[in-house]
């Protein structure tokens, strides 16, 4: 359970902070940087969730809030801390799982499946909504190469790279639908080129 009676401790003026398991690390670390992003990717779905948007996403985002806060967790924690003894029993720390990349997949294929097909590349932009996703995607996007470049050299949950790579997929197709049919930006390569 958390508990903040006070937000700032001083604690981390020296360019380190606590992971989950009370250990002290640069926070220029890769691990830093991964669940950092993950924040980042949360605060940008709170302000989307300010906009106007289809019946029942609001829903959706609030449970992909809560998740991201799952996989910062499950970030915080080294993958070989797997359960933590500091208590009198075993408690299994905090981890993203395959359910959770299912019901991700589940929301992709329902909004997918009323979408036109893609014939050009999509620029980022249209409604307020669609922009706004585009940048969630994209924060994603670079959440996921940071998970990546974190599992380079320590062991990470392999559903959490899962998660976010079928998140910004969600992310795409929630842009595409949030715009009018007809109506997505397209990319024209080479328009503004002389003939």
Same mark, same amino acid.
């Given at each position: 359970? $958390?508990?903040?009676?006070?937000?700032?401790?001083?604690?981390?003026?020296?360019?380190?902070?606590?992971?989950?398991?009370?250990?002290?690390? !640069?926070?220029?670390? *890769?691990?830093?940087? &991964?669940?950092?992003?993950?924040?980042?990717?949360?605060?940008?779905?709170?302000?989307?969730?300010?906009?106007?948007?289809?019946?029942?996403?609001?829903?959706?985002?609030?449970?992909?809030?809560?998740?991201?806060? +799952?996989?910062?967790?499950?970030?915080?924690?080294?993958?070989?801390?797997?359960?933590?003894?500091?208590?009198?029993?075993?408690?299994?720390?905090?981890?993203?799982?395959? !359910?959770?990349?299912?019901?991700?997949?589940?929301?992709?294929?329902? $909004?997918?499946?009323?979408?036109?097909?893609?014939? !050009?590349?999509?620029?980022?932009?249209?409604?307020? &909504? *669609?922009?706004?996703?585009?940048?969630?995607?994209?924060?994603?996007?670079?959440?996921?190469?940071?998970?990546?470049?974190?599992? *380079? +050299?320590?062991?990470?949950?392999?559903?959490?790279?899962?998660?976010?790579?079928?998140?910004?997929?969600?992310?795409?197709?929630?842009?595409?639908?949030?715009?009018?049919?007809?109506?997505?930006?397209?990319?024209?390569?080479?328009?503004?080129?002389?003939?």
């Amino acid at each position: 359970m $958390v508990n903040l009676t006070r937000i700032y401790t001083r604690g981390g003026d020296a360019g380190e902070t606590s992971l989950g398991d009370g250990r002290r690390i !640069s926070k220029a670390s *890769a691990r830093i940087a &991964a669940y950092g992003t993950v924040d980042e990717l949360n605060a940008h779905v709170g302000v989307l969730r300010t906009l106007p948007l289809p019946d029942g996403w609001d829903g959706w985002l609030a449970r992909i809030q809560n998740e991201l806060f +799952d996989l910062g967790a499950d970030l915080s924690v080294p993958e070989e801390e797997r359960t933590d003894r500091s208590s009198q029993r075993e408690r299994t720390r905090l981890r993203v799982d395959a !359910s959770q990349v299912a019901w991700l997949e589940a929301r992709c294929d329902e $909004v997918n499946e009323h979408l036109a097909p893609l014939t !050009s590349f999509i620029l980022p932009g249209g409604t307020p &909504a *669609a922009a706004q996703l585009h940048v969630c995607r994209t924060v994603c996007r670079r959440a996921e190469r940071a998970i990546v470049a974190l599992a *380079a +050299d320590e062991a990470v949950n392999a559903e959490a790279a899962a998660y976010v790579n079928r998140l910004s997929d969600l992310f795409f197709i929630l842009a595409r639908a949030a715009n009018p049919p007809g109506a997505e930006p397209l990319w024209q390569p080479g328009a503004s080129r002389p003939e």
